[in-house]
């Protein structure tokens, strides 16, 4: 079988697992957009400094940057159509909504009825369960595990290892700290850390 040709944007550590990912799919990265002039190479493929509109207008790309802020600000600059990447291995429910730039890694359990947003990260071996909404440009990072009809608003990062009882609401544009475990819903903004998690700061929301 051919390998399809996809375009990435970012070319750090990130984009290491999203590479795999895609190698996984059977795609081949044709370039990788970075706007560090200084990077040439990541791995075997190919660095462009700063991304080029013009070049292979036709092809997909994923922006493969993991800061929310940062992947949701190159957005409003790439006029290619966006991709998704989704690792074989991931067990995801014929139910779930997966929306257009979002990667989803290695060992990823999905279950039914959720939804995921646009240019998320569902990281490798994150669990989420039933009827979870995932708001656009969250990441969800390693084994993190949400429980059933919890939601996420915009921008949030769920760190490494974080626990999220059922029917728990998180505001947009939150960090949870690795390994909490959140028993209460959180505002907007909010930096929470601990078991139980707790609100320590109220962070900027620009």
Not at 160 to 168: D, E
Not at 182 to 198: C, E, F, M
């Amino acid at each position: 079988m051919e390998s399809k040709r996809i375009l990435l944007y970012g070319a750090s550590g990130h984009a290491k697992v999203i590479s795999s990912i895609f190698e996984s799919m059977n795609f081949n990265i044709d370039i990788i957009f970075d706007d560090n002039l200084n990077i040439k190479f990541l791995n075997n493929y190919k660095v462009i400094s700063g991304y080029d509109q013009d070049y292979e207008p036709h092809l997909p790309i994923l922006i493969s940057i993991g800061n929310n802020k940062i992947r949701k600000n190159i957005t409003n600059k790439v006029l290619h159509t966006f991709a998704t990447a989704i690792h074989p291995s991931a067990l995801i429910d014929r139910s779930v909504i997966v929306n257009y730039g979002t990667a989803i890694f290695h060992g990823v359990i999905i279950q039914r009825d959720t939804k995921i947003g646009k240019h998320c990260i569902i990281n490798t071996n994150a669990s989420v369960d039933h009827d979870c909404v995932i708001d656009d440009f969250v990441h969800i990072s390693p084994s993190a595990t949400l429980c059933g009809n919890v939601t996420i608003g915009e921008g949030t990062h769920i760190g490494a290892g974080t626990t999220i009882i059922p029917n728990i609401k998180i505001g947009k544009w939150c960090v949870i700290g690795a390994g909490a475990v959140i028993t209460k819903d959180v505002i907007d903004y909010s930096l929470v850390v601990g078991v139980p998690g707790r609100i320590i700061k109220t962070m900027d929301n620009e």
